[in-house]
C-alpha cells in the first residue's frame, strides 16, 4: 500500500490548489481515503474524508474554516484523490497529506491518527497574504 501526495506550492490569498494523491497496492474505491494538514508548531488535524463506494462514497469535512472552500473528489480510474482548496488563506499553510486506514467509512474521530496506517509523505502548501 502507498500514498503519494502532490500538487502543494506557494499561493496568494484568495488563490486555489488542488492537491492529488495517487495510491496504490488496494482498490482506490474500496476504502476510505483522508486528508490531514499539519501547520508549523501545530498538531496534526483532519481535513476531510471519502469513504468507500459501500458508504455511497460519501464525504466528510472535519474543517468548520474548510467548508464551502474544500472538496474532495475522487478518480477511480486515475487511482487518484483530489482535494481541491479554493479561496485559500494564510492559516491554511501547512503540509498536507493523505491517509488510510483501510477502513470502509470516514472515521467520527479524525483525531485519532493510530487509525491510519498509511501515509503520503505530505505536500507544503504556502499561503502568502
Known amino acids: 500500500v502507498q500514498l503519494q501526495a502532490s500538487g502543494g506550492g506557494l499561493v496568494q490569498a484568495g488563490g486555489s490548489l488542488r492537491l492529488s494523491c495517487v495510491v496504490s497496492?488496494?482498490?482506490?474505491?474500496?476504502?476510505?481515503i483522508n486528508w490531514f494538514r499539519q501547520a508549523p508548531g501545530k498538531e496534526r488535524e483532519g481535513v476531510g474524508c471519502?469513504?468507500?463506494?459501500?458508504?455511497?462514497?460519501?464525504?466528510?469535512y472535519y474543517l468548520d474554516s474548510g467548508k464551502g472552500r474544500f472538496t474532495i473528489v475522487r478518480d477511480n480510474a486515475k487511482n487518484t484523490v483530489f482535494l481541491q482548496m479554493d479561496n485559500l488563506k494564510p492559516e491554511d499553510t501547512a503540509v498536507y497529506y493523505c491517509?488510510?486506514?483501510?477502513?470502509?467509512?470516514?472515521?467520527?474521530?479524525?483525531?485519532?491518527?493510530?487509525?491510519?496506517?498509511?501515509w503520503g509523505q505530505g505536500t507544503l502548501v504556502t499561503v502568502s497574504s
Open positions: 497496492g488496494f482498490t482506490l474505491d474500496g476504502y476510505a
Open positions: 491517509a488510510t486506514g483501510l477502513l470502509l467509512p470516514c472515521s467520527d474521530f479524525p483525531e485519532r491518527l493510530e487509525l491510519y496506517n498509511y
Open positions: 471519502i469513504s468507500s463506494n459501500i458508504f455511497d462514497s460519501a464525504r466528510r
